[in-house]
């Protein structure tokens, strides 16, 4: 069997998992991802159009998930690390002050209805759906299920912000993706997005959701 020469990972905060687990520092080569290039190319293209385009765009768009403006937005899974419960009680805090407010949830664990009426693919997104009952934010909710990476751009553009609240990632790619549309990010206080975001977005404590409110 051939020795283990070499080790690639994503973060410094994985290598220091690695670390415990046996291996050398000279071992582990640390190499950052960017976001996808499909995402990329399309967002330049998306970036580059003139503002009648770019309403055109948009306008399709929220049509075709449902949205409008304001609104934050979240993409990504229903997992338990990835803390969504959070970011549904810190916006039901906010909503009797912004009254207009939307939070747009994004990922495949839904799908849309052909009256736009979110279908819950699993056990998780049944889960959401009654927490956003009992909560009193249904009606303010938008699932878009999976979204069209040509479509990303125009989504993640015109968010107010997006947030990310999730207790555990190796890199968290999600997180980058909107700041390459210039879009504010409000992400969990954990090591790794101290060391991915760095004091480019607003960290917060994951689970207290009166400060992400706030």
Not at 54 to 68: A, F, G, L
Not at 83 to 102: C, G, R, T
Request: no cysteine; proline share 6%.
């Amino acid at each position: 069997m051939t020795s283990l020469n070499k080790v690639f990972t994503v973060s410094e905060f994985i290598k220091s998992d690695l670390l415990k687990h046996g291996f050398a520092p000279q071992q582990i080569e640390v190499i950052y991802p960017a976001i996808p290039t499909p995402l990329a190319n399309v967002g330049k293209e998306y970036l580059n159009l003139s503002v009648t385009e770019k309403q055109k765009h948009k306008r399709r768009i929220y049509n075709i998930y449902n949205i409008s403006d304001p609104y934050i937005f979240y993409l990504g899974g229903l997992e338990a690390n990835k803390n969504v419960k959070a970011v549904l009680q810190s916006f039901a805090e906010i909503k009797d002050k912004f009254p207009e407010l939307k939070l747009v949830i994004g990922g495949g664990e839904f799908k849309l209805g052909w009256d736009h009426k979110a279908i819950p693919k699993n056990e998780r997104a049944q889960n959401l759906i009654q927490l956003a009952k009992d909560l009193k934010v249904i009606h303010d909710l938008r699932f878009t299920g999976f979204i069209d990476t040509d479509h990303l751009p125009v989504i993640y553009d015109n968010a107010v912000f997006f947030t990310h609240l999730s207790q555990a990632e190796g890199f968290g790619i999600n997180v980058i993706e909107p700041q390459f549309f210039e879009t504010p990010v409000i992400a969990a206080d954990t090591d790794v997005y101290q060391e991915v975001l760095g004091e480019s977005a607003k960290l917060v404590p994951p689970q207290n959701t009166s400060l992400v409110a706030k």
